[in-house]
């Protein structure tokens, strides 16, 4: 006797849609940046950077989501094409760079609320998730 195993309903999985919004996502705005020469996380980045947040490295990784290896090669992309200062300072170049990008990604975010409806909702839906799933499973 042969047993099938039922497949899985992706139309259903969180996880698979979260991946298809994410790239649908990642694809908007850069189309939006890319006039200004930025891919969204470079944008996040010298945002971050100008808010004077961070701690440290390791603090702006963690308030970006990113790895830090993946923001160290983000850092890096950034001063080797002028934007960043030794200090992790945005340039002037960069400032010019930010201010370019900073309409660019406004109409990125309209349009996205445009489609959410209820902005402040998805934006609490999506905290939660990163917050309640983010944390590390109690043994």
Known sequence: MHHVTPEPDLRACF???????????TRHYERHLAPAGLKPTQFSVLAALRMGRHRDLTHLAALLGLERTSLLRALATLAAAGLLAPDHALTPQGEAR????????????????????????????????GDRLGRPARA
Do not use: K, N, S, Y
Not at 15 to 25: D, I, K, P, Q, V
């Open 15 to 25: 996880g698979f849609r979260t991946r298809r919004a994410m790239r649908a996502l």
């Open 98 to 129: 930010f201010a370019a990008a900073l309409p660019l990604w406004q109409a990125a975010q309209d349009a996205v609320a445009a489609e959410l409806g209820d902005q402040a909702q998805a934006i609490t839906i999506l905290e939660q998730l």
